[in-house]
């Protein structure tokens, strides 16, 4: 069935450091994917999208772009900030007609001043 | 805020009760989805309702039902209720128009803690 791979945390960086969080996937079909954050205490909120391949979402300097060659949407951001600190999750809808998500396990990043 | 609200906030109880938990999409979505997010299966997709129907179920234990209102706002009822269903339960709402038919908006969620 379809799944989500995300590396594994807590991930921890200075600030101003560069940030890669790895995303893969396994889909039938042309799924979208989306990365959605969450702040303690929180609701899971949505960063990015992209709904097809090639296609690159960004949002307050993070970016992720759909390879369907490597099934991956990986997150980047050039310099992260201490408010950046929260859990990613990355996330695909499926194409069976119910729009489902399935979530990747999360990824924590903690940004240190 | 996402528009999506969900009661109560916090929830506790004790093993074999049973509890509703609310939810209300964001105005003119349609569809509302169901999630568990606990610290060892992570976030699960549960059921969700289009327009009052079931549309998809995912893991939801047979102790577990929801329903979806006219006014569209949603209950998820767990009962017999085990401390393994203490957990984080979040609804979303989707718009029904193309091209963002597949973009959830998640409510704050309810924890629940059983004891």
């Known amino acids: 069935g379809d799944s989500v791979t995300q590396m594994e945390g807590p991930v921890t960086l200075s600030e101003e450091a560069f940030l890669t969080i790895n995303c893969t996937y396994t889909a039938t079909g042309y799924p979208s994917l989306f990365w959605y954050v969450q702040y303690p205490g929180e609701g899971l909120q949505l960063l990015l999208k992209?709904?097809?391949?090639?296609d690159k979402g960004s949002n307050k300097g993070f970016e992720a772009t759909y390879r369907k060659e490597t099934t991956s949407f990986h997150l980047e951001k050039g310099s992260v900030q201490v408010s950046d600190s929260a859990v990613y999750f990355c996330a695909l809808s499926t194409t069976s007609g119910t729009y489902k998500y399935i979530f990747g396990t999360g990824t924590r990043l903690k940004v240190l001043a | 805020d996402s528009g999506v609200t969900q009661t109560p906030k916090h929830l506790i109880t004790a093993t074999g009760q049973r509890v509703t938990l609310r939810c209300s999409p964001r105005s003119g979505d349609l569809s509302v989805y169901w999630y568990q997010q606990s610290l060892d299966q992570g976030l699960q997709f549960l059921i969700q309702y289009y327009n009052g129907e079931e549309r998809a179920k995912g893991n939801i234990l047979e102790r577990f039902s929801a329903q979806q209102f006219p006014d569209l706002h949603s209950e998820l009822n767990l009962s017999s209720l085990e401390l393994g269903d203490s957990a984080l339960y979040f609804c979303?709402?989707?718009?029904?128009?193309?091209?963002?038919?597949?973009?959830?908006?998640f409510g704050p969620g309810t924890r629940l803690t059983v004891l």
């Open positions: 992209a709904t097809k391949a090639d």
């Open positions: 979303a709402s989707s718009p029904t128009w193309a091209g963002r038919i597949n973009e959830q908006f």
